[in-house]
């Protein structure tokens, strides 16, 4: 059981490059979420879909992109990395019904990017 | 808007201690709360939560946390700390929109030594 994946889970860019970092669910949730973790500062929400199709911005979405073109993939797009972007990138999935949707989220175990 | 606040970095205790890592929360309505660890170079984990019910939620590893509304609080605590306790701790809760975003308070290190 995969649970959710994170590729890659590490990654150098220099400044001004572009890179996507890609997360796959496989547990047919569909809310997902992408945050970023910073020493000190907790995590922040930069971008979540609440289904295929659907997205929305979080605290933090100037300088990254997202699509959701199926239910089981919500990649995170930097399209000029900056310096700022240096960060560990994680993503989370939460259960389909509102019901069921009592904010656990399940974590993949993160992407480090480091912008140069 | 929706708040949490870990008021300390870290947090140490000997093995065997009784430990607590304090939260507090602001929220408009009725809160959803949360627990989460981070062990070194992982994602986070779901320890516990509180939606309704009794103050006192028991969750995973032995770990429990107080809820009081009076105080605004949502201690987690854990009545004899191991050395494999040592990690992140994340308190959080649920943002204020019916989508599942959680709202993470800044991080309390937790260091139980031998």
């Known amino acids: 059981n995969a649970g959710v994946t994170q590729t890659p889970k590490f990654r150098i860019l220099k400044i001004g490059q572009s890179m996507t970092l890609q997360c796959a669910q496989d547990?047919?949730?569909?809310?997902m979420y992408w945050y970023r973790q910073d020493p000190g500062m907790g995590l922040k929400l930069i971008y979540y879909?609440?289904?295929?199709?659907?997205?929305d911005k979080g605290e933090v979405p100037n300088g990254y992109n997202v699509s959701r073109s199926t239910t089981e993939d919500f990649p995170l797009r930097l399209e000029l990395a900056a310096p700022s972007q240096t960060s560990v990138y994680f993503c989370?999935?939460?259960?389909?019904?509102?019901?069921?949707?009592?904010?656990?989220?399940?974590f993949g175990e993160g992407s480090r990017l480091t912008v140069l | 808007a929706q708040s949490v606040a870990q008021p300390e970095d870290q947090v140490n205790v000997a093995e065997g201690n009784p430990l607590t890592v304090k939260c507090t929360y602001s929220?408009?309505?009725?809160?959803?709360l949360f627990w989460y660890v981070q062990y070194p170079n992982r994602g986070l984990q779901f320890l516990l939560k509180?939606?309704?019910?009794?103050?006192l939620v028991k969750g995973s590893y032995g770990f429990e946390a107080e809820f009081n509304k009076s105080q605004t609080s949502f201690h987690l605590k854990k009545p004899s700390a191991l050395v494999s306790d040592s990690a992140l701790y994340f308190c959080?809760?649920?943002?204020?929109?019916?989508?599942?975003?959680?709202?993470f308070g800044q991080g309390t290190t937790l260091q139980v030594k031998p």
């Open positions: 989370a999935s939460s259960p389909v019904a509102a019901s069921q949707n009592t904010g656990e989220l399940f």
């Open positions: 547990m047919n949730h569909n809310y």
């Open positions: 879909s609440v289904g295929a199709g659907i997205t």
């Open positions: 929220v408009s309505g009725n809160p959803y």
């Open positions: 509180y939606i309704t019910g009794d103050n």
């Open positions: 959080a809760v649920r943002g204020s929109s019916n989508t599942g975003k959680l709202i």
